[in-house]
């Protein structure tokens, strides 16, 4: 009887390196590309993106000559079918883009009616034509209600200040100031004409 031999026969080792041969071709470059990933990407965005701001440039733009001021002057203008393009989107780009601005108009702002368009002179020039005198409070009226708003947030910070150097270290009160009745009847009276 033969002794048992643990080695296998020859044609197994032959068979078992085809087959790591095979898969050395066929899956070593996935891998390969799966381990490296992140450098062959960047190389690649490299490769490609070189080229980017030359091709923009020569697709967008033309150089041209026109004269300016009585000196021929050599400018960038946009090819034509780019311009036809661009013409043609720009509807459909602005159109959503206006209408979805909102714009708070306050009630009480000087409407000229002729244009439509806000006249902050409206007020002036109608006291002129019926014959009146300005005086700066007419001037001043459209601004007064944000020079309050400014002035109210000055006086806080100054009373706050001001409370910090009588308190030394006491801590402060949360709360909004509010103006009292005798201040509210002088602002009053100082924003009617």
Known sequence: MKPFNLRPPLPFYLDLFDALLFLSGTLG???LALVFR???GR???RWILAGVPEFIEDFLWEEGEQV???KKVRVKTLRKPVAAQLEALAPALVTPILKSIKIKIPENLPINPATGQIDLLAPIASKLMRGGKVNAMDILAPFVPTLMQVG???GGKLQEAVQGFVAKGK???A???ELTPDAQKILEKAMTP
């Open 175 to 177: 709360g909004k100031m």
């Open 43 to 45: 190389a690649i965005g």
């Open 38 to 40: 992140k450098r062959i």
């Open 29 to 31: 470059p996935p891998i």
């Open 68 to 70: 300016i001021e009585g």
């Open 171 to 173: 801590p402060k009160e």
């Open 152 to 154: 109210q947030a000055i």
